[in-house]
């Protein structure tokens, strides 16, 4: 891929709760990484691990107990140190589109689809009058191949899918440079994953300029539509890498990493002994040394993301047969 200036560019990116009686919860821990034009990255991880924590971070949403330290640059502007007013006029929708996780909760249940459509679209573009706004919500719909005879329907008439291509539809609207979905292909079955992310990926490629960063539990949704993965755990990118080496040759080199892909049901399923770390008692090293057979000694001290993994004693490089049976 060439070389271009990001359209996000995250640096030592922290997140902490402050809970009471002074406890601090380490949600988020030095995060690291860069979502260029024309590119998907898959941030993947299990739930809890702080996948929608940072992308809270990103809009503004964190809740007043967050303390975050770092920075996030969308263009020249950081996102963490900008103020509401900037996020909320000049941010949300028009320069980040955000799909969020279970787009049917995140609809207003009394408004037609229609009705939030076209106020999205009058706020987003400027667009006025009842005809321009009908033309425009029909025109937004259509982008996200949502049926134009659905629009009159309220969130609870939709199925699933539909929720999601009406999330999808309000995303686009204000031509954000940065698409950010949260769990996209939550309670959706495997069809209708395939076609949602085959979407989103369909609206990175329609306009070269535009960036997907896709949160993600669902590796099989992830090697469909990343160009580079991000794993995390326990609040920390432990590894990240170009999509088909992960998915492919050589492998991911992460001992979690490599443990996520060996516990799905196409390869050799085997699940992670253990449980993650609670968050708000991290061990000074390496936290998944506990539930790591490759750990030693130097796993004491927390291993730097070093050559795309921060692991002490990365896995060797497999060979083609040893990835996928």
Do not use: W
Not at 75 to 89: I, K, V, Y
Not at 171 to 189: C, K, N, Q, V
Not at 197 to 206: G, K, Q, S
């Amino acid at each position: 891929m060439t070389e271009r200036t990001p359209v996000l560019s995250v640096r030592g990116l922290s997140v902490r709760f402050l809970l009471p009686g002074g406890r601090r919860v380490a949600a988020v821990t030095d995060a690291h990484f860069d979502v260029a034009p024309g590119e998907c990255l898959a941030l993947i991880g299990e739930s809890g691990c702080g996948k929608s924590v940072l992308a809270s971070a990103l809009l503004g949403l964190l809740p007043a107990n967050a303390q975050t330290a770092g920075g996030a640059l969308l263009g020249e502007l950081d996102l963490l140190t900008a103020g509401e007013h900037t996020l909320a006029r000049t941010v949300r929708g028009r320069r980040i589109g955000l799909i969020p996780q279970s787009p049917a909760a995140h609809l207003t249940p009394v408004r037609t689809i229609r009705s939030q459509t076209e106020e999205t679209v009058a706020r987003l573009t400027g667009v006025r009058g009842r005809a321009a706004l009908r033309a425009a919500a029909e025109r937004a719909a259509g982008r996200a191949e949502f049926p134009a005879d659905h629009l009159d329907r309220y969130p609870h008439e939709l199925s699933g899918g539909l929720a999601q291509r009406a999330a999808t539809a309000l995303a686009l609207i204000g031509d954000a440079p940065l698409l950010l979905a949260d769990e996209p292909t939550t309670g959706l079955d495997r069809d209708l994953v395939d076609r949602t992310v085959d979407e989103l990926r369909r609206h990175v490629d329609a306009d070269g300029g535009r960036a997907l960063l896709m949160i993600t539990h669902d590796l099989a949704a992830a090697e469909r539509v990343a160009d580079r993965v991000a794993v995390m755990y326990a609040g920390r990118i432990v590894e990240l890498t170009d999509a088909k080496a992960f998915f492919g040759t050589p492998g991911p080199r992460h001992p979690y990493s490599r443990g996520l892909l060996d516990a799905l049901p196409d390869r050799a399923f085997t699940p992670i002994p253990g449980m993650p770390p609670e968050l708000g008692a991290l061990p000074a090293g390496c936290a998944f040394a506990a539930r790591c057979d490759r750990a030693t000694g130097d796993c004491a001290v927390l291993p730097p993301l070093t050559d795309s993994v921060a692991c002490h004693h990365p896995v060797p490089a497999a060979a083609p047969e040893d990835i996928r049976a």
